[in-house]
């Protein structure tokens, strides 16, 4: 039966606030602080334990070898002789925003009939530029069933982010959708990550059969939202987002409505929450998701709770007869200092989980072995001035190879 999976990204030894990513305000504003990689990892695992006690299905995607010795390697040199900025580019645990991994287009969606998934170059940033090949050899592993298609990234210079700039409408998860691309062009000071010409490019290899293009607004990237699934996110038939989120946006709803007669537009006002605010809580980087019973739930940051206008908005929904009918609140703020909210930290494929290499599927059990590496091998915290350390570095490797073969995925180890 095809389902929606949430793959989770583990937060991976190496987390640390270095700084790198250029329009991420919370990156910038807590670069240099003392990171806590044992605890955001611990973190993570717990809203996957929500999760599963939801009813959700729960899968995971893997930390990445950091440093990343290949990448600095085709740099033409070595960790020990790499200056900071280098060493922090190709230590960062970024691999754990899974959103950020590939594009997904469930299979009712695409012509073959096939889920088709293409993994994100992520070029606008150094220190994300070299995932995608450990991304595509997890992928790879993870859908290697005939049901998906995996494909490589899309040629730079066209920036492509993945998922937190996709968004997929339909009546039911296995029911024909209406998929919707999301771009940059302009951010104020800041990069637009997401290119047109590589969504086309995506929506053209997957054969989606429904495919919208929308540009996210200028103020909204200015303001800090520097992927769409901080100020927009989409479930079933609901489309929710910030009034600020889209340039062109009577024409857009106008086209989304004409292609999914049922969808439900909640938009949040700027006259309620300020732009500011969105982004500050993440409200909108919410895991919006359909119940076993049916109703929806919005899986948000503790951050959210903590910002009046945010929370106050979300009760006047519930009290209403809003669709979003229950509110579950978890705590990943290790992540959320560096931008990334719950939604971040998931990749969503619709798919039969019988199809997914079960290595990738997580139920209680396997959590809590997995819980245990971490909680033996993960380094409990790092400071800035640490990244150049021997000793770190070889805990941080031997981490990740501990979880690996715990979790019997050993053909990533040595790659
Ligand atoms: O790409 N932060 C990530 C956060 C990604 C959030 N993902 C989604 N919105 N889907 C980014 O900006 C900061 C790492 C550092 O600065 O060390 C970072 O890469």
Request: aromatic share 6%; charged share 20%.
């Amino acid at each position: 039966m095809q389902t929606e999976i949430n793959f989770d990204g583990i937060i991976g030894p190496s987390h640390n606030y270095a700084g790198l990513s250029h329009g991420n305000l919370a990156a910038t504003r807590n670069r240099g602080l003392v990171s806590r990689p044992r605890a955001a990892a611990l973190e993570g695992i717990a809203k996957m334990r929500a999760n599963i006690a939801l009813g959700l299905t729960q899968g995971i995607l893997l930390p990445h070898s950091r440093p990343d010795h290949r990448w600095l390697e085709s740099l033409a040199t070595t960790y020990a002789d790499a200056d900071p900025l280098l060493q922090a580019q190709a230590l960062s645990a970024s691999p754990m925003w899974a959103a950020n991994a590939a594009t997904v287009s469930p299979a009712p969606d695409t012509e073959d009939g096939r889920c088709h998934l293409t993994v994100a170059n992520l070029v606008t940033m150094p220190h994300r530029s070299h995932e995608w090949p450990e991304t595509l050899a997890q992928l790879r592993l993870a859908f290697a069933d005939p049901a998906f298609a995996v494909h490589g990234p899309v040629p730079a210079p066209f920036g492509d982010e993945g998922a937190a700039n996709h968004m997929r409408l339909a009546s039911a998860h296995d029911a024909p959708g209406v998929e919707i691309f999301v771009h940059g062009e302009s951010g104020g000071p800041f990069p637009a990550r997401q290119h047109l010409a590589a969504s086309e490019a995506i929506a053209r290899r997957h054969g989606v059969q429904q495919a919208l293009f929308v540009r996210q607004s200028e103020q909204a990237i200015a303001a800090g939202a520097f992927h769409n699934d901080v100020v927009a996110v989409a479930n079933g038939t609901v489309l929710f987002a910030h009034e600020q989120a889209f340039a062109a946006k009577e024409a857009f709803y106008a086209d989304l409505r004409a292609a999914l007669p049922g969808v439900e537009i909640v938009e949040v006002p700027a006259a309620q929450v300020s732009l500011e605010d969105a982004i500050r809580s993440y409200l909108f980087n919410a895991q919006l998701v359909t119940l076993p019973s049916g109703e929806m739930a919005l899986i948000l940051p503790a951050e959210a709770r903590d910002t009046p206008s945010v929370w106050n908005w979300l009760q006047e929904h519930l009290a209403g007869n809003g669709p979003i009918r229950r509110l579950e609140v978890v705590d990943v703020r290790q992540s959320m200092a560096n931008g990334g909210g719950p939604a971040c930290l998931r990749l969503r494929v619709v798919a039969d989980p019988a199809t997914v290499d079960p290595r990738f599927l997580v139920d209680a059990a396997k959590l809590d072995r997995i819980a245990a590496v971490i909680e033996a091998r993960w380094p409990e915290q790092i400071a800035q001035d640490q990244i150049g350390e021997p000793a770190l570095i070889a805990s941080i490797e031997k981490a990740r190879t501990a979880l690996l073969e715990a979790l019997g995925i050993v053909e990533l180890i040595y790659r």
